[in-house]
């Protein structure tokens, strides 16, 4: 079964705060709550609901966060991982096709953890270059 706008909508409101008990899902989209515990449970079985998480708000937030665009050696995407996964201010890694091979995102308190990450990350076998880009704000989040 394909998703519908209730289901959007049930999604929209999920986005907004995953915490909404049943009830109140079921009174703002005008359906019985237990339809709507029945689309819930068909929204996780087909993946479309993956998980829930929680949102840090500000004063949990790591104050610096960057982006590494990495550049990598023929056949050297495994080891390049590995020493990425090893390195816990990073904290997501995406490949990519274009200039770069492979875009790190990286958090971190202090610009001394900071520049010690990227120092790490430059030096890993297999990078042949790296170019940083400091996060200065968050214009738009829709990222749970």
Avoid at 87 to 114: C, K, Q, W, Y
């Amino acid at each position: 079964m394909q998703n519908d706008e209730t289901d959007a909508a049930l999604l929209t409101l999920l986005a907004e705060n995953a915490r909404l008990p049943v009830a109140t899902l079921a009174r703002r989209l005008g359906l019985a709550r237990t339809t709507v515990q029945a689309r819930l449970d068909r929204l996780e079985n087909n993946g479309t609901i993956a998980g829930y998480g929680v949102r840090l708000g500000r004063p949990a937030q790591p104050r610096l966060r960057a982006t590494a665009l990495l550049s990598i050696e023929p056949r050297s995407g495994p080891a390049v991982l590995a020493r990425l996964k090893s390195l816990p201010n990073v904290m997501r890694v995406h490949t990519t096709s274009g200039r770069f091979d492979m875009i790190a995102e990286i958090s971190a308190r202090t610009t001394e953890e900071l520049d010690d990450t990227l120092d790490r990350i430059g030096e890993a076998k297999g990078v042949k270059s790296s170019e940083s880009l400091i996060q200065l704000s968050t214009k738009i989040d829709r990222g749970a």
